[in-house]
């Protein structure tokens, strides 16, 4: 409805505006900086020098601020996250589910600009066991083809062996093979669905989980509270609503999803301020 695409609109301008300000395509000014509540002729910190623009390293920061995202970004990751300059979600037409955009810079590793994940989700109940239906669910995810540059891939790493000679006794070769390393960007090369006929064993289930849970974290998390994240602000909220959610979850819940969703707005009012008030303080 009219709602629904005026929503969808202005969540946009908000996103695009933070990303302006991030990668110093947009200067705020000093009357953006000025939160509710402070004083306008308060005079921003002039700390760094004026050729320096935008937030430097703003997700890398939220990467390391968020221990679901931490816990996979090693540090050969790093330098490439520095060229990170957003992520964004849109929801295709006439499909149940998202894709994860992430949008970098051009640099050394990769000749990619944006490299994408797509979550697949359905809505309707399993004719074997309807009354366990809880919702929309995630049931695939889609990853993207990396173009490394050559010598670049941090998914991967050769190794050296010895191996013994067949018919030569004593004597050995050295050989290489590549292996799988660890990185934030498996997360581009997720694990594939069984068929339906397939059984799922218990590895393959909890990598598909986290694979799921992650997607669901950065989507409704991450991209909509990411100056949150960035000043390591979210923590403490999202830590007072859970014990909110504990001490009294049978008689208040509708109390908390009140104040979830007043959270969010906030959030969702005051992105672009807080970018602005953080890029100033920087000034």
């Given at each position: 409805?009219?709602?629904?695409?005026?929503?969808?609109?202005?969540?946009?301008?908000?996103?695009?505006?933070?990303?302006?300000?991030?990668?110093?395509?947009?200067?705020?000014?000093?009357?953006?900086?000025?939160?509710?509540?402070?004083?306008?002729?308060?005079?921003?910190?002039?700390?760094?020098?004026?050729?320096?623009?935008?937030?430097?390293?703003?997700?890398?920061?939220?990467?390391?601020?968020?221990?679901?995202?931490?816990?996979?970004?090693?540090?050969?990751?790093?330098?490439?996250?520095?060229?990170?300059?957003?992520?964004?979600?849109?929801?295709?037409?006439?499909?149940?589910?998202?894709?994860?955009?992430?949008?970098?810079?051009?640099?050394?590793?990769?000749?990619?600009?944006?490299?994408?994940?797509?979550?697949?989700?359905?809505?309707?109940?399993?004719?074997?066991?309807?009354?366990?239906?809880?919702?929309?669910?995630?049931?695939?995810?889609?990853?993207?083809?990396?173009?490394?540059?050559?010598?670049?891939?941090?998914?991967?790493?050769?190794?050296?062996?010895?191996?013994?000679?067949?018919?030569?006794?004593?004597?050995?070769?050295?050989?290489?093979?590549?292996?799988?390393?660890?990185?934030?960007?498996?997360?581009?090369?997720?694990?594939?669905?069984?068929?339906?006929?397939?059984?799922?064993?218990?590895?393959?289930?909890?990598?598909?989980?986290?694979?799921?849970?992650?997607?669901?974290?950065?989507?409704?998390?991450?991209?909509?509270?990411?100056?949150?994240?960035?000043?390591?602000?979210?923590?403490?909220i999202e830590s007072d609503l859970d014990d909110v959610d504990s001490e009294?979850?049978?008689?208040?819940?509708?109390?908390?999803?009140?104040?979830?969703?007043?959270?969010?707005?906030?959030?969702?009012?005051?992105?672009?301020?807080?970018?602005?008030?953080?890029?100033?303080?920087?000034?």
């Open positions: 409805g009219i709602n629904a695409e005026y929503g969808k609109q202005w969540y946009q301008r908000r996103v695009r505006g933070r990303m302006q300000i991030v990668n110093g395509e947009v200067e705020p000014s000093e009357s953006e900086c000025v939160m509710p509540g402070e004083e306008e002729n308060s005079t921003p910190q002039d700390n760094r020098e004026e050729s320096m623009k935008g937030i430097p390293g703003f997700w890398l920061t939220i990467f390391k601020n968020t221990e679901i995202l931490s816990e996979m970004c090693m540090p050969h990751d790093e330098p490439i996250l520095e060229a990170l300059q957003d992520i964004q979600v849109s929801f295709p037409e006439n499909t149940m589910g998202f894709v994860l955009e992430f949008i970098f810079s051009e640099n050394e590793y990769f000749e990619d600009r944006r490299l994408t994940k797509t979550y697949e989700m359905k809505s309707e109940p399993d004719d074997f066991d309807p009354v366990a239906f809880d919702g929309p669910e995630i049931v695939g995810s889609t990853g993207c083809t990396i173009n490394w540059k050559k010598g670049k891939n941090v998914t991967e790493k050769v190794v050296k062996k010895k191996q013994r000679m067949r018919g030569a006794k004593g004597q050995t070769r050295i050989i290489q093979k590549t292996i799988k390393e660890n990185s934030f960007f498996n997360f581009f090369a997720p694990p594939q669905m069984p068929a339906e006929d397939d059984m799922v064993d218990e590895e393959l289930e909890a990598l598909l989980t986290t694979d799921f849970e992650i997607g669901q974290y950065i989507r409704e998390r991450i991209i909509p509270k990411a100056v949150w994240y960035f000043t390591n602000e979210v923590t403490d009294d979850d049978a008689s208040s819940t509708s109390d908390y999803d009140d104040d979830l969703e007043q959270n969010e707005n906030i959030v969702a009012n005051e992105t672009v301020t807080d970018v602005q008030k953080e890029e100033c303080k920087q000034q």
